[in-house]
């Protein structure tokens, strides 16, 4: 994969302060995207017996792998709507939630720039 990418919109999102070869031409100021995910009872047994058997829980991974899809998206969203085409220095944080620690943020952040 490259260490960057783009969106149907053209939005570049890359987590390096710059894209090689394309020179910044403005700064629009920190964008975000947060996507809050809630764990399934049944999946949260499931992946609790897989990990006492040592496997990996591939429903939590794709729960992860789209929670944080869903931020990038929410974050090229929010830049092309400042006028922007691409983000640079792209942050992923991970965080548990929850009276009883059962749901997920996923939250991302960058700096909307015209490439």
Do not use: C
């Not at 995910?37 to 047994?45: C, I, K, S, W």
């Not at 969203?77 to 059962?102: C, F, H, K, M, Q």
Request: avoid cysteine.
């Amino acid at each position: 994969m490259p260490p960057h990418w783009k969106d149907a919109r053209g939005v570049t999102v890359t987590t390096t302060p710059t894209i090689e070869g394309q020179p910044i031409r403005e700064y629009l100021g920190i964008v975000t995207g947060e996507v809050i995910v809630g764990a399934n009872l049944f999946r949260d047994l499931f992946a609790n017996i897989r990990d006492i058997v040592g496997g990996r829980s591939g429903s939590y991974e794709r729960i992860l792998a789209d929670a944080r899809e869903q931020a990038i998206q929410e974050l090229q969203a929010e830049a092309a709507s400042r006028g922007g085409n691409a983000v640079v220095g792209i942050d992923l944080d991970y965080e548990v939630i929850g009276d009883t620690g059962s749901m997920l943020m996923v939250s991302a952040s960058g700096t909307a720039v015209k490439v």
